[in-house]
């Protein structure tokens, strides 16, 4: 257990519907960091949240959105669904800028 | 936005030899760091290397940071059924390790 939870474990829904999916960083942990990876790919960078607010966003689709909460777990929305969406979802957190510890993934599978 | 080649993309070894793989980049980084993902799990860091040419053991693995600070390379000795999983690096420019960008990733496959 890394202590960065994510839930649920796995999601199945259709095109265009709209999935949230949510993230609790390990204790003590301020940053929190959202990871797209498709099959056969390395992790793709999403955005950032550090205390709250967002601090770097990487390739987020608009129809993409996150937030962190002031009891600092993290919720990624995604929505207008589209079949290239299926992927592992990866939330990792940190304390400050120091290494990220992953959380297990959420398996999003858009049918 | 940055790339990092990440080679071989499969391996199938047997059980006891030793592999290497290594990742480039067109970009000078200031931090490496060497993941492994194991089937249903996040990835978990192995090594994190901060300086050109710093070579860095962690058991059985060994990693080092390219001079040119546009390689990496992992090795693994004596390879173990336990070692089978997907296996990353992970360049930042930062030297934070605020902006990481991952290689699509090694599969280590290890046989009896």
């Known amino acids: 257990d890394s202590g960065v939870t994510q839930t649920p474990k796995h999601l199945i829904t259709a095109t265009g519907q709209r999935v949230t999916l949510r993230c609790s960083p390990r204790?003590?942990?301020?940053?929190v960091y959202w990871y797209q990876q498709s099959l056969d790919q390395g992790l793709q960078f999403l955005i950032q949240?550090?205390?709250?607010?967002?601090?770097a966003k990487g390739n987020i689709l608009e129809r993409f959105s996150a937030q962190q909460f002031p009891d600092l777990h993290s919720e990624l929305n995604l929505s207008s669904l589209e079949l290239g969406d299926s992927a592992l979802y990866f939330c990792?957190?940190?304390?400050?800028?120091?290494?990220?510890?992953f959380g297990s993934g959420t398996r999003l599978t858009v049918v | 936005g940055q790339q990092l080649n990440q080679s071989p993309q499969s391996m199938f070894i047997q059980e006891g030899e030793d592999v290497s793989m290594n990742c480039t980049s067109s970009?000078?980084?200031?931090?490496w760091l060497w993941y492994k993902q194991d089937p249903g799990e996040g990835p978990v860091l192995l090594i994190a290397?901060?300086?050109?040419?710093e070579l860095t053991s962690n058991g059985r693995l060994t990693a080092q940071f390219g001079i040119t600070r546009k390689d990496s390379f992992l090795n693994i000795s004596a390879s173990i059924p336990s070692d089978v999983g997907i296996y990353f690096c992970?360049?930042?420019?930062?030297?934070?390790?605020?902006?990481?960008?991952f290689g699509s990733g090694t599969q280590l496959t290890v046989l009896p």
């Open positions: 990792a957190s940190s304390a400050g800028t120091g290494h990220r510890t």
């Open positions: 204790s003590g942990d301020l940053s």
């Open positions: 949240y550090y205390n709250g607010e967002e601090r």
């Open positions: 970009s000078i980084f200031n931090t």
């Open positions: 290397l901060y300086k050109a040419g």
């Open positions: 992970a360049g930042d420019l930062t030297g934070s390790a605020r902006q990481l960008t």
